[in-house]
């Protein structure tokens, strides 16, 4: 999920449903994906999540950069598993034994791994952040925690473009990022002034909440009730999601 | 300083306010009546935002007195009541505006002093339409421009129906375009006001009276409105000056 508005322009299908619709049937999703017993299964699962994604119409590009991040964990996994992992060697690369099973717990994982962040993304990465929370708080997640997604919505750009405000200025005045103490000590300074500057900012907006009569209970809105599409796609969902697991137990 | 009709709603009296032990107001005294609306000039840091703060409670004073709607204000349960009815405008409208959409967030004030969600809303979109802002209501509040910020800013402090507004530099870091709507908006509005800001222009509009701060003390000023003589230098852009 993103808070910038960047992979927000798609016209996904998704944006028909209530957004708390959509919440859940990430989260069944998931489910049934991390409970796929065989390869085939969560083969099966990875071509799930692709569909859903190809239906929600993101940016194939963006969502694949997006990907990278996940990937990048995963390197260090794929390479040990193979090596560490006990019983039969598949074949032998000089020294180093693969492990068979090795192989397959990392194919495993890959498959797994990618099916659910991929159908995660396919159902919510046009979510706007604030629909989001709206949604969160009416399924039931404590206040306290919707209160600190709210803030963090509203104000991690503010405290991005502070950021960057302050390497333009440091840029400004000849700054570049070579590797010597300077560098070290500056970039600790920006982390340190933007800490002092994100603390200042906090009691400000707290003085400001204080002035329009705030006492600590906070008003969220209602939510509107579902439609009959949410019905529609939640009946589809649970169709598909019965076959996959018939599937996976019987491969 | 002439007004002396009208009841008055905010008195601060020999009013000293030290911050980490440095003097930031020096015995103050100020009265603001009904339908007063007093300019307060002065340079960076002579104490004008601290000013409006100590108003509110935002800021403790040291000693002196802090009356206001006809009764001492000490504690923080008594600046309640004080901040409902005089509203404070802040310099930056990011700090202000902190609910995900714009009618919330104008709706916020009012939710606060009791309202019921329906009513509150009601509110909110009367006060959006009364700033011919009300196609504004959906739109989330991060995306704003700043002269759409500080308009849906002062919504927010309308909603509360205040009988005063404090109104801090309200014209900073706005193009002519919101400064004149901003004007056009404060100087229709009924209501007693303390204004600090540094545009002279705006001020000999606005203003009934002005103070001066300087070096954390009040002293009189004088508002002056006559014709003048001026040498402009003006940029002209996409205009042909042969």
Request: aromatic share 4%; hydrophobic share 50%; proline share 3%.
């Given at each position: 999920m993103s808070l910038s508005a960047a992979n927000m322009s798609t016209a996904s299908p998704?944006?028909?449903?209530d957004p708390r619709t959509r919440l859940l049937a990430a989260c069944a999703l998931v489910l049934v994906i991390v409970s796929m017993r065989s390869l085939e299964g969560q083969a099966a699962a990875l071509l799930l999540a692709l569909a859903a994604l190809r239906l929600s119409g993101l940016d194939l590009g963006l969502t694949g950069r997006r990907l990278m991040h996940v990937e990048g964990f995963m390197v260090a996994l794929l390479i040990l598993l193979p090596l560490t992992?006990?019983?039969?060697?598949?074949?032998?690369i000089g020294p180093l034994e693969i492990s068979q099973r090795g192989l397959s717990r990392a194919l495993s994982i890959i498959l797994t791994v990618n099916a659910a962040v991929l159908s995660t993304l396919a159902l919510l990465?046009?979510?706007?952040p604030v629909r989001l929370a709206r949604a969160l708080a009416s399924l039931g997640l404590p206040a306290r925690l919707v209160h600190l997604l709210f803030f963090l919505i509203r104000y991690q750009s503010l405290l991005r473009e502070e950021g960057l405000r302050l390497i333009e200025a440091m840029r400004a005045r000849g700054f570049a990022g070579r590797l010597r103490v300077h560098t070290w000590r500056s970039y600790g300074n920006l982390v340190g002034m933007l800490l002092v500057r994100s603390v200042e900012r906090a009691e400000r907006v707290d003085e400001a909440m204080r002035c329009r009569g705030f006492s600590g209970r906070f008003p969220l809105r209602a939510s509107q009730p579902m439609t009959r599409a949410d019905a529609a796609f939640a009946l589809v969902l649970f169709t598909v999601l019965a076959l996959l697991l018939t599937f996976d137990r019987l491969a | 300083m002439s007004a002396t009709e009208g009841a008055a709603f905010i008195e601060l009296e020999n009013v000293y306010v030290e911050r980490a032990g440095v003097r930031?107001?020096?015995n103050v005294s100020l009265t603001l009546r009904a339908g007063d609306r007093l300019a307060v000039v002065g340079a960076n840091g002579a104490g004008k935002t601290t000013l409006l703060r100590t108003i509110t409670g935002l800021q403790k004073a040291t000693s002196g007195t802090v009356r206001a709607f006809g009764r001492v204000r000490r504690t923080q349960e008594d600046f309640r009541e004080v901040r409902i009815r005089a509203a404070y405008l802040f310099q930056d409208a990011d700090d202000q505006?902190?609910?995900?959409t714009v009618l919330e967030d104008v709706a916020f004030g009012p939710l606060n002093m009791g309202l019921n969600e329906q009513a509150a809303l009601e509110k909110a979109n009367a006060t959006l339409a009364f700033l011919g802002?009300?196609?504004?209501?959906?739109?989330?509040?991060?995306?704003?421009?700043g002269g759409e910020k500080r308009l849906v800013c002062l919504a927010g402090v309308l909603a509360m129906e205040p009988d005063v507004l404090l109104l801090?530099?309200?014209?900073?870091?706005?193009?002519a375009k919101h400064v004149e709507k901003l004007m056009t908006v404060l100087s229709s509005l009924d209501k007693s006001m303390i204004i600090v800001s540094h545009d002279r222009p705006i001020l000999d509009r606005l203003a009934t009276r002005a103070v001066r701060m300087k070096d954390c003390r009040l002293e009189p000023a004088v508002l002056h409105r006559h014709p003048h003589v001026h040498e402009h230098l003006h940029v002209h852009v996409g205009e042909d000056h042969a």
């Amino acid at each position: 999920m993103s808070l910038s508005a960047a992979n927000m322009s798609t016209a996904s299908p998704f944006e028909k449903l209530d957004p708390r619709t959509r919440l859940l049937a990430a989260c069944a999703l998931v489910l049934v994906i991390v409970s796929m017993r065989s390869l085939e299964g969560q083969a099966a699962a990875l071509l799930l999540a692709l569909a859903a994604l190809r239906l929600s119409g993101l940016d194939l590009g963006l969502t694949g950069r997006r990907l990278m991040h996940v990937e990048g964990f995963m390197v260090a996994l794929l390479i040990l598993l193979p090596l560490t992992a006990p019983g039969p060697a598949a074949f032998t690369i000089g020294p180093l034994e693969i492990s068979q099973r090795g192989l397959s717990r990392a194919l495993s994982i890959i498959l797994t791994v990618n099916a659910a962040v991929l159908s995660t993304l396919a159902l919510l990465e046009t979510l706007e952040p604030v629909r989001l929370a709206r949604a969160l708080a009416s399924l039931g997640l404590p206040a306290r925690l919707v209160h600190l997604l709210f803030f963090l919505i509203r104000y991690q750009s503010l405290l991005r473009e502070e950021g960057l405000r302050l390497i333009e200025a440091m840029r400004a005045r000849g700054f570049a990022g070579r590797l010597r103490v300077h560098t070290w000590r500056s970039y600790g300074n920006l982390v340190g002034m933007l800490l002092v500057r994100s603390v200042e900012r906090a009691e400000r907006v707290d003085e400001a909440m204080r002035c329009r009569g705030f006492s600590g209970r906070f008003p969220l809105r209602a939510s509107q009730p579902m439609t009959r599409a949410d019905a529609a796609f939640a009946l589809v969902l649970f169709t598909v999601l019965a076959l996959l697991l018939t599937f996976d137990r019987l491969a | 300083m002439s007004a002396t009709e009208g009841a008055a709603f905010i008195e601060l009296e020999n009013v000293y306010v030290e911050r980490a032990g440095v003097r930031v107001l020096d015995n103050v005294s100020l009265t603001l009546r009904a339908g007063d609306r007093l300019a307060v000039v002065g340079a960076n840091g002579a104490g004008k935002t601290t000013l409006l703060r100590t108003i509110t409670g935002l800021q403790k004073a040291t000693s002196g007195t802090v009356r206001a709607f006809g009764r001492v204000r000490r504690t923080q349960e008594d600046f309640r009541e004080v901040r409902i009815r005089a509203a404070y405008l802040f310099q930056d409208a990011d700090d202000q505006l902190f609910c995900p959409t714009v009618l919330e967030d104008v709706a916020f004030g009012p939710l606060n002093m009791g309202l019921n969600e329906q009513a509150a809303l009601e509110k909110a979109n009367a006060t959006l339409a009364f700033l011919g802002m009300e196609h504004l209501g959906e739109r989330i509040t991060r995306r704003l421009s700043g002269g759409e910020k500080r308009l849906v800013c002062l919504a927010g402090v309308l909603a509360m129906e205040p009988d005063v507004l404090l109104l801090d530099e309200p014209t900073n870091s706005l193009d002519a375009k919101h400064v004149e709507k901003l004007m056009t908006v404060l100087s229709s509005l009924d209501k007693s006001m303390i204004i600090v800001s540094h545009d002279r222009p705006i001020l000999d509009r606005l203003a009934t009276r002005a103070v001066r701060m300087k070096d954390c003390r009040l002293e009189p000023a004088v508002l002056h409105r006559h014709p003048h003589v001026h040498e402009h230098l003006h940029v002209h852009v996409g205009e042909d000056h042969a």
